[in-house]
């Protein structure tokens, strides 16, 4: 075993090495000294920890890969603490490469480890993690609350790991344009960070507050803060910090009209990120030396630079770099007035921009870059469309207030001296005044009292009567702003529906086109083959052949027309639910609109995750009676039912070994003067706690962002407004069964 876990140490070590050749010899003999050093295997996996935590800021996949032997090592020792560590350095390395679900895989191993373990500081770091997870997807909300979690446990612990989640939750505001709160943050993370005297973290904060004052407007500041931290990086030979210095500063460079220097920090960012294996600021940096290249109007350098930084923005899957490097190439076809080769380009970032969830005044260029596009060639309704929205966007992003707020907050103590200086002297004026009102004849005093008496009481009731109403237009503001988001929240629950429904219909579909396809090529191979046999001398001409191939093609074209009917009826289905819903019911067949919609379920489910796969058992009533119903409000139900089957087993296989077998059980029955719809998965189950809220709007249990919370209650008002019952049966690790009763016979 121990000849083992040192070859496996050796390996890895030569891993590491190999990238750390810019590095001083001092760190390697350090490392190679602590090896020799340990005394026991739970050392060495401390060592190896280490390694992983500080190659990942050099080289992402061989930390990875370091991690992923460690954490096999952790395993077999028995070690709780360090198989965290490696799990957690794993995920943060799959995070960086965008490969998203295999680190929210590590996450949820590293969150039970930490529980298991029982220690505060590990769950901290765990939410911090999550922070991050969410973050880099541009989910900013989710990212924050994670953020939170972990600062309110550092700071009961009175832990002195806290600046990198404050650091990281001013992130969060900053990417939302709420610079204040970025600044604050920030400004608490420094504090901290030197407090410490940890000068990795103190790089790291300015520069991140570099671009908060670049966002202000604060363009000195700016620039101290990433030539500092660059300095900073480079006399501590961190070079991803180093990195994301050259590529910040570019932005700086680049909105002064420093195009040369724009580009030499852009190319130094671009050639460290290929070192590191950081492909998303490789992408970006690409993309902003593109920019200062077309700025110098270099066009063909510039368009190659951003076709580049696309296709490496593509493999990061991450919706904000690619929004950068798509409008980037439509900025520079438009400067080019080439605006036909712009349009499509510039409708994929503002896909992109709108999966990012950033709004700022980029989004607003985009529309007007759009909108010019659209008025060049000929296109005025769509120009003036995307002109009105960007204006729109203008107006509402980054007020004045918000950088009024941020600025206040960067203040010197030269300020703070200011206002104490004025107290002082306001001060001074009171009492005078004060001193003069008590030189009043006494003769004048006890009318003043009765006056200010009647006036105080005046001014009471008048402020009573003013605080009443400021209260109730509170109230009536929050009631407007409560009905606008439940509206909003019903409006993205029936479109998450309607994304089921679309995925699982272009699946169908895609069946019958394939078939079409395939006949009509084959068609024309048969044809040409028929040419050639025509063209043919009479004596060399083969009839028979002339005969076979007409056949052929005839039953071709006979086998053309029943797929083209197959795709006709799937999209008259399609058409059928998606029509205007009057609330009018029909006579429908219960077990076709169920059988229907399990598929459309399935393969809207697969649509989004390509290698779930799952057994469906079905057991439909024969002897059904045609029910009444509104069959676009139940086919809504059936969906919602089946969607959260397949989410709960897809969940639990990815938790449970290769011999579980997810499968959903959908049948009908005449019970009665009811008939039945059950939809059973063997799935985790619910918990009793969960249990008795999961009809209540805006209950779930999933993870934040996954979930609106309305899908079972708006399936629960369906299922009530036709007269019927919608229940429950569940247990704990065995499954969950939902049953739509329903009556009402035509």
């Given at each position: 075993?121990?000849?083992l876990?040192?070859?496996?140490?050796i390996?890895?070590?030569?891993?590491?090495?190999?990238?750390?050749?810019?590095q001083?010899?001092?760190?390697k003999?350090?490392?190679?000294q602590?090896?020799?050093e340990?005394?026991?295997e739970?050392?060495?996996?401390?060592?190896?920890?280490?390694m992983?935590?500080?190659?990942?800021?050099?080289?992402v996949?061989s930390?990875?890969a370091l991690?992923?032997?460690?954490?096999e090592?952790?395993?077999?020792?028995?070690y709780?603490?360090?198989?965290?560590w490696?799990?957690?350095?794993?995920s943060t390395s799959?995070?960086?490469?965008g490969a998203?679900?295999?680190?929210k895989?590590?996450?949820?191993?590293?969150s039970?480890i930490?529980?298991?373990?029982?220690?505060?500081?590990?769950?901290?770091?765990?939410?911090?993690?999550?922070?991050?997870y969410?973050g880099?997807?541009?989910?900013?909300?989710?990212?924050?609350?994670?953020y939170?979690?972990?600062i309110?446990?550092d700071e009961a612990?009175?832990?002195d790991?806290?600046?990198?989640?404050?650091?990281?939750l001013?992130i969060s505001?900053?990417?939302q344009?709420?610079?204040?709160?970025?600044?604050?943050?920030?400004?608490?993370?420094?504090?901290?960070?030197?407090n410490?005297?940890?000068?990795?973290?103190k790089?790291?904060?300015?520069?991140?507050?570099?671009?908060t004052?670049?966002?202000i407007g604060d363009t000195?500041?700016s620039?101290?803060?990433?030539?500092?931290?660059i300095?900073l990086?480079k006399?501590l030979n961190?070079k991803?910090?180093?990195?994301?210095?050259?590529?910040?500063i570019?932005?700086?460079y680049f909105?002064?009209?420093?195009?040369?220097?724009a580009?030499?920090?852009s190319?130094?960012a671009?050639?460290?990120a290929?070192?590191?294996?950081?492909?998303?600021i490789?992408?970006?940096s690409l993309s902003k030396a593109?920019q200062?290249?077309?700025?110098?109007?270099?066009?063909?350098?510039a368009e190659?630079?951003?076709?580049?930084?696309?296709?490496l923005?593509?493999s990061?899957h991450?919706?904000l770099?690619?929004?950068?490097?798509?409008?980037?190439l439509?900025?520079i076809?438009?400067?080019q007035?080439?605006y036909?080769?712009a349009i499509?380009?510039l409708?994929?970032?503002?896909?992109?921009?709108?999966?990012?969830?950033f709004?700022?005044?980029?989004l607003?260029?985009?529309?007007?870059?759009?909108?010019?596009?659209y008025?060049?060639?000929g296109?005025?309704d769509?120009?003036?469309?995307?002109y009105?929205i960007?204006?729109?966007?203008?107006?509402?992003?980054?007020?004045n207030?918000?950088i009024?707020?941020?600025?206040?907050?960067t203040m010197?103590y030269?300020f703070?001296k200011e206002?104490?200086?004025?107290q002082?002297i306001?001060a001074k004026?009171d009492?005078?005044e004060?001193?003069?009102?008590?030189l009043?004849?006494?003769?004048?005093?006890i009318?003043?009292i009765?006056?200010?008496?009647?006036w105080?009481s005046y001014?009471n009731?008048?402020?009573a009567?003013?605080?009443l109403?400021?209260?109730?237009n509170e109230?009536?503001?929050?009631l407007?702003k409560?009905k606008?988001?439940q509206?909003?929240?019903?409006?993205?629950?029936?479109?998450?529906?309607?994304?089921?429904?679309t995925?699982?219909?272009?699946h169908e579909i895609?069946?019958p086109l394939n078939?079409?396809?395939?006949?009509?090529e084959?068609?024309?191979?048969?044809?040409d083959?028929?040419?050639?046999?025509?063209?043919?001398d009479v004596k060399?001409?083969?009839?028979s052949?002339?005969?076979e191939?007409?056949?052929?093609i005839?039953?071709?074209?006979?086998?053309i027309?029943?797929?083209?009917q197959?795709a006709d009826g799937?999209?008259?289905g399609m058409?059928?639910?998606?029509?205007?819903?009057t609330?009018?019911k029909f006579p429908?067949d219960?077990?076709k609109?169920?059988?229907e919609?399990?598929?459309?379920?399935?393969?809207?489910?697969?649509a989004?995750d390509k290698?779930?796969?799952?057994?469906?058992q079905?057991?439909?009533?024969?002897?059904?009676?045609?029910?009444k119903?509104?069959?676009?409000d139940?086919g809504?139900v059936?969906l919602?039912?089946?969607?959260?089957?397949?989410?709960?087993i897809n969940?639990?296989?990815?938790?449970n070994?290769?011999d579980?077998?997810?499968?959903?059980?959908?049948?009908?029955?005449?019970s009665?003067?009811?008939i039945c719809?059950?939809v059973?998965?063997?799935?985790?189950g619910?918990s009793?706690?969960?249990?008795?809220?999961?009809?209540q709007p805006?209950?779930t249990t999933?993870?934040?962002g996954?979930g609106t919370g309305l899908?079972?209650?708006m399936?629960?008002d369906i299922?009530?407004?036709?007269?019927g019952e919608?229940?429950?049966?569940?247990?704990e690790?065995?499954g969950?069964?939902?049953?739509?009763e329903?009556?009402?016979?035509?």
């Amino acid at each position: 075993m121990r000849a083992l876990f040192k070859s496996l140490i050796i390996l890895a070590c030569g891993l590491f090495f190999n990238h750390l050749s810019a590095q001083p010899q001092a760190v390697k003999d350090k490392y190679q000294q602590l090896l020799k050093e340990a005394k026991s295997e739970n050392e060495r996996i401390d060592v190896v920890n280490f390694m992983v935590d500080y190659l990942k800021a050099i080289n992402v996949d061989s930390s990875l890969a370091l991690a992923l032997v460690n954490i096999e090592d952790a395993k077999k020792a028995g070690y709780l603490k360090g198989e965290y560590w490696a799990t957690k350095y794993a995920s943060t390395s799959l995070i960086n490469k965008g490969a998203y679900v295999s680190a929210k895989k590590y996450l949820n191993e590293a969150s039970e480890i930490a529980n298991q373990f029982g220690d505060s500081a590990l769950i901290s770091n765990y939410f911090s993690g999550m922070g991050m997870y969410y973050g880099v997807q541009s989910m900013y909300d989710s990212s924050a609350v994670y953020y939170k979690k972990s600062i309110a446990i550092d700071e009961a612990r009175k832990g002195d790991k806290i600046s990198p989640a404050y650091e990281m939750l001013a992130i969060s505001y900053q990417m939302q344009s709420d610079f204040a709160q970025a600044i604050f943050y920030q400004q608490k993370a420094l504090n901290n960070a030197e407090n410490l005297k940890n000068d990795r973290d103190k790089a790291n904060i300015l520069v991140n507050m570099g671009n908060t004052y670049r966002n202000i407007g604060d363009t000195v500041r700016s620039e101290q803060a990433f030539l500092e931290a660059i300095e900073l990086a480079k006399e501590l030979n961190e070079k991803r910090i180093e990195m994301y210095g050259y590529s910040n500063i570019a932005n700086l460079y680049f909105e002064n009209k420093k195009y040369d220097k724009a580009y030499a920090n852009s190319m130094l960012a671009v050639e460290m990120a290929e070192q590191a294996g950081e492909v998303s600021i490789g992408a970006a940096s690409l993309s902003k030396a593109a920019q200062a290249r077309m700025m110098q109007l270099k066009y063909r350098e510039a368009e190659d630079l951003a076709i580049l930084s696309i296709s490496l923005a593509d493999s990061s899957h991450q919706p904000l770099t690619i929004y950068q490097t798509l409008s980037t190439l439509g900025n520079i076809y438009v400067a080019q007035e080439k605006y036909k080769k712009a349009i499509p380009i510039l409708k994929r970032s503002l896909e992109s921009k709108k999966e990012a969830g950033f709004y700022d005044t980029g989004l607003a260029q985009l529309y007007k870059d759009l909108s010019l596009s659209y008025e060049k060639t000929g296109r005025y309704d769509e120009a003036l469309l995307n002109y009105k929205i960007g204006v729109q966007i203008v107006d509402s992003v980054r007020r004045n207030e918000n950088i009024r707020k941020a600025t206040e907050l960067t203040m010197t103590y030269d300020f703070d001296k200011e206002k104490a200086a004025n107290q002082v002297i306001q001060a001074k004026k009171d009492a005078a005044e004060k001193t003069r009102q008590l030189l009043l004849g006494s003769g004048l005093l006890i009318a003043l009292i009765i006056a200010t008496g009647g006036w105080i009481s005046y001014r009471n009731k008048q402020k009573a009567n003013s605080l009443l109403e400021q209260r109730k237009n509170e109230l009536e503001s929050t009631l407007t702003k409560l009905k606008k988001t439940q509206t909003q929240l019903i409006q993205s629950e029936k479109m998450a529906s309607l994304g089921e429904l679309t995925a699982g219909i272009a699946h169908e579909i895609q069946n019958p086109l394939n078939f079409v396809n395939n006949f009509s090529e084959l068609s024309n191979e048969l044809i040409d083959e028929l040419e050639e046999e025509r063209a043919k001398d009479v004596k060399e001409k083969d009839d028979s052949l002339i005969s076979e191939l007409l056949g052929e093609i005839k039953q071709n074209l006979t086998k053309i027309h029943h797929h083209g009917q197959r795709a006709d009826g799937i999209v008259k289905g399609m058409l059928q639910h998606s029509r205007k819903n009057t609330g009018e019911k029909f006579p429908t067949d219960v077990n076709k609109l169920t059988d229907e919609f399990l598929r459309l379920a399935y393969h809207g489910f697969r649509a989004k995750d390509k290698q779930f796969n799952a057994q469906l058992q079905t057991d439909f009533d024969p002897g059904l009676n045609i029910l009444k119903l509104v069959p676009e409000d139940i086919g809504r139900v059936l969906l919602n039912l089946m969607t959260n089957a397949f989410y709960a087993i897809n969940q639990k296989k990815q938790m449970n070994s290769t011999d579980y077998e997810p499968t959903i059980w959908v049948s009908t029955k005449l019970s009665g003067e009811k008939i039945c719809i059950s939809v059973r998965d063997n799935g985790n189950g619910i918990s009793e706690n969960a249990l008795g809220k999961i009809f209540q709007p805006f209950f779930t249990t999933k993870p934040t962002g996954e979930g609106t919370g309305l899908g079972l209650s708006m399936s629960y008002d369906i299922v009530k407004s036709h007269g019927g019952e919608l229940k429950v049966e569940t247990e704990e690790g065995e499954g969950t069964t939902f049953t739509i009763e329903l009556s009402d016979f035509d």
